[in-house]
Nanobody, 118 residues
Framework: QVQLVESGGGLVPAGGSLRLSCVVS????????MGWYRQAPGKERELVAL???????NYADSVKGRFTISRDNAKNSMYLQMNSLKPEDSALYYC????????????WGKGALVTVSS
């Protein structure tokens, strides 16, 4: 049973920083892609950033240059460093682990709330 648990969310003023963490337990298949997604009230869930098991990354245009995704495979963990936060970054941030080909291998955390005050 694969489980993902996010932490590090909170309330921060605009321009501030937060670091989200995601710890994965259970069997971790390889190769894999891990990612951060977010969903604001009344909006659809959107991709924030992805990182492959080989370390390649991809970012949404809205966060490029401000957010950095990383992972520590030895600790079964993934991180999202968020700098220069804006009120529009406020959302529930979800951690995701999936296989690049077998779409049935797709797991989500329960989310971490990030609120950026103006």
């Amino acid at each position: 049973q694969v489980q993902l648990v996010e932490s590090g969310g909170g309330l921060v003023p605009a321009g501030g920083s937060l670091r989200l963490s995601c710890v994965v337990s259970g069997y971790i298949f390889s190769p894999n892609i891990m990612g951060w997604y977010r969903q604001a009230p009344g909006k659809e869930r959107e991709l924030v950033a992805l990182i492959t098991s080989g370390g390649s990354t991809n970012y949404a245009d809205s966060v490029k240059g401000r957010f950095t995704i990383s992972r520590d495979n030895a600790k079964n963990s993934m991180y999202l460093q968020m700098n220069s936060l804006k009120p529009e970054d406020s959302a529930l941030y979800y951690c995701n682990l999936r296989h690049p080909i077998s779409y049935n291998l797709n797991y989500w955390g329960k989310g971490a709330l990030v609120t950026v005050s103006s």
